[in-house]
């Protein structure tokens, strides 16, 4: 699984379209972020950072047992301070630069969260299907997010439930409204950064809808079990 992961990383940073999507490597926090609001259309904000402090990497919250050190809000109203505008967004990352990236759902997209090992299967799946992807995060807590039309939140759910499964019953998550995600490259405190399983392109511009895709992200958390 390791070697795979690595694999679908160093594909999304060399490809022929590199030019035109956020870079992984060799770009700043601030430089990634204009291009998530400038290329992608996605509102942004900044997060927390990691600070060293006695030679260990410290969340700037403050709090020594942060569970997402380095990649949560700063601050309670970080709704109201998420921009569409590139502009803005430099300003905002010229303030702190090594802010983390965080992506507020429910806007321009939702996204479905479900367990690292399930979302590979239905990787897998979704291409012998011949599915039409959107991004895809790859989080360091080993989870997978991926992005689809606003409005999933409301109808996963009921689709869940149509093909057979109680929602209870899956580790799967949806993303909508009032939460957020983090983005590439933001970092999780030692635990690694966030990274691409399937890159921003302007093939993918068009999200899919949740519906299109329930099907074998359920049946992928349902083996995952």
Request: hydrophobic content about 40%; charged content about 20%.
């Amino acid at each position: 699984m390791t070697t795979r992961v690595v694999f679908i990383v160093e594909e999304t940073i060399a490809g022929t379209e590199a030019a035109q999507i956020p870079k992984q490597r060799g770009e700043s926090l601030l430089e990634t972020a204009v291009r998530y609001a400038e290329e992608r259309h996605w509102d942004v904000f900044p997060g927390t950072w990691l600070e060293a402090v006695d030679g260990a990497q410290r969340c700037s919250c403050g709090d020594a047992a942060c569970p997402a050190p380095g990649s949560h809000p700063a601050r309670p109203d970080w709704a109201t301070q998420a921009t569409g505008s590139a502009t803005v967004a430099r300003r905002m990352w010229q303030k702190q630069p090594t802010a983390s990236i965080l992506l507020p759902t429910g806007r321009t997209f939702d996204a479905i969260s479900v367990p690292e090992t399930a979302g590979f299967l239905a990787l897998a799946r979704m291409e012998r299907m011949e599915l039409t992807l959107g991004p895809v995060t790859l989080t360091p807590d080993r989870r997978m997010e991926f992005f689809v039309l606003p409005g999933a939140s409301v109808k996963v759910p009921d689709l869940v439930r149509k093909l057979g499964w109680s929602s209870s019953s899956l580790d799967l998550t949806v993303l909508g409204e009032g939460a957020y995600v983090a983005a590439p490259p933001t970092r999780f405190g030692s635990r690694g950064a966030v990274q691409w399983a399937c890159r921003p392109t302007p093939a993918n511009r068009w999200l899919p809808d949740a519906e299109e895709l329930i099907s074998p992200l359920a049946y992928a958390c349902g083996r995952d079990r």
